[in-house]
């Protein structure tokens, strides 16, 4: 059987910082300023040997988090990368 971490050491295992996500709101006004778009992926692992991730409730419950902020945004988003699962 796999290796399974405690549900507290899952990664995602919690709601995206605010701090985060006026990151991303900041960064896409600077495109937007200079007339850039931006190629968007979001993934919770870098390293490809990683087993696990978060749950699939939490994946949701970030895209449920980032939906407003993508929709806003819409107008500098070129490409929006399937990601989520996987490095």
Known sequence: MGHRCPPRSRPGARPLPTEKLD???RSLNQLRSHGLKALL???YEKDI????GPK???????????????RKNADVIYVL???FIGA
Request: hydrophobic share 45%.
């Open 56 to 70: 699939p409730e939490w994946i949701i419950k970030h895209i449920e988090q980032l939906q407003p902020i993508l």
């Open 49 to 52: 040997n990683i087993k696990y």
């Open 23 to 25: 990151l991303l709101q």
């Open 41 to 43: 992926r979001f993934a």
């Open 81 to 83: 990368q399937a990601g």
